[in-house]
């Protein structure tokens, strides 16, 4: 039986260094730019979109890159730029070349649907971007349209050639599988990962947004199915090694240049080395993934508030950082009140 931490109690030190209650550093940020989108994939979300944040309610990349140097004196050292889509967003290259030039700051990484890539692919990697994580849930062109719902299966194919000629190293397919809906392409995607170097992670399906629990479970796949399906056709797979703040287990099928992993947000949580905390684009920062808590950053900043200021908010917003992520109980007591797209995922 595991043994129950005891919460640390919070003192200044700790806005040294960005530690939460649980004694886990904060080293990574992943900022969503924007909580608008060019797709309306089914598990993120609803067909007629959400009322999106007014422009003036969305931080500047001013505002973005202030939180980021004032976090990076306190032990940030990366940045993953999310959404929504963030490349519908304008000059996110620019805003990522700034980022990587903050002192602190050793990685700047980017989450997209791909389906823009092929017209930031050589800015993003002028900015210093050199890793990519590439949405992909089907190798089906009429599957896609039907997942995404709209038919943009070409261009987000498109987006992974381009992520692929521009040398991102390392490209990351992100893969979200639902019973009934692309589970049989398992093994598909795993193909992939043989004759070039794209790392394959398939995703727990996470109940976030407006899902009700008989739907998600109905839908939900669980790694440990995936593990025993990929194990089925390929044979025993090789564990890589992966640090403790990693989300995922890897996996290399024998003689493959790339690799297959799982994300397992509810089957076996990864909560033991979480390392991050999310900012949103109305500038609320989101401690956990599984819990509806979110700190308010956006009004102290426009108000003038001082660098040290921000070190105590944010070390505020971590001490409501739970130890444990507990997306089912969320899901008894009625669910997120945000959609993915608009957390940052
Ligand atoms: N638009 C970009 C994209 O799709 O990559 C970035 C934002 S998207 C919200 C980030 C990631 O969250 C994507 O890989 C997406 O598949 C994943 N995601 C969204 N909703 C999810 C859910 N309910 N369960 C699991 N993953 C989800
Ligand atoms: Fe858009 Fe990404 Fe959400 Fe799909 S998963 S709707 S691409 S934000």
């Excluded at 989450?111 to 990519?132: C, F």
């Excluded at 043989?194 to 009700?212: A, D, K, N, S």
């Excluded at 409501?320 to 997120?336: A, I, N, T, V």
Aim: glycine share 8%; with cysteine; charged share 25%.
């Amino acid at each position: 039986m595991p043994i129950p931490k005891i919460p640390l109690p919070m003192s200044d030190s700790m806005t040294d260094n960005l530690s939460d209650k649980w004694g886990r550093r904060i080293e990574y940020l992943r900022v969503s730019l924007t909580d608008r989108c060019n797709l309306r994939c089914v598990y993120c979300m609803p067909e007629e979109g959400v009322p999106y944040e007014n422009l003036d309610n969305v931080l500047s990349f001013d505002e973005i890159e202030r939180v980021v140097r004032v976090l990076a004196t306190a032990g940030l050292r990366k940045v993953r730029l999310t959404g929504g889509e963030p490349l519908v967003r304008k000059n996110v290259p620019e805003l990522a070349a700034r980022l990587n030039a903050t002192p602190g700051v050793r990685e700047v990484t980017l989450t997209t649907n791909g389906i823009l890539l092929p017209r930031y692919a050589a800015d993003l990697r002028r900015a210093g971007v050199s890793r990519v994580n590439i949405s992909m849930d089907t190798l089906k062109p009429e599957r896609f349209a039907e997942i995404a719902r709209r038919p943009e299966y070409a261009r987000a194919h498109a987006g992974i050639a381009s992520a692929i000629a521009h040398g991102f190293d390392p490209i990351k397919l992100n893969c979200v599988l639902m019973r009934g809906v692309n589970d049989d392409e398992i093994n598909d995607f795993a193909r992939l990962t043989v004759g070039q170097p794209l790392h394959v992670r398939f995703l727990e399906y996470m109940p976030i947004g407006m899902v009700t629990p008989p739907a998600w479970r109905a839908r939900y796949v669980s790694n440990e199915e995936v593990l025993t399906r990929l194990t089925e056709e390929w044979g025993e797979l090789e564990p890589i090694e992966s640090d403790a703040a990693s989300t995922s287990r890897t996996f290399r099928i024998a003689g493959a240049l790339g690799t297959v992993g799982v994300i397992n947000p509810i089957s076996h949580r990864f909560c033991d080395g979480c390392n991050r905390l999310r900012l949103t684009a109305n500038g609320r920062l989101v401690p956990c993934l599984s819990d509806n808590y979110e700190y308010d950053l956006m009004t102290p900043l426009r108000a003038g508030c001082t660098d040290a200021d921000i070190l105590h908010h944010v070390a505020d917003a971590l001490t409501h950082k739970p130890e444990q992520s507990d997306f089912e109980g969320r899901l008894g007591k009625g669910g997120s009140l945000r959609i993915m797209a608009q957390i940052g995922g």
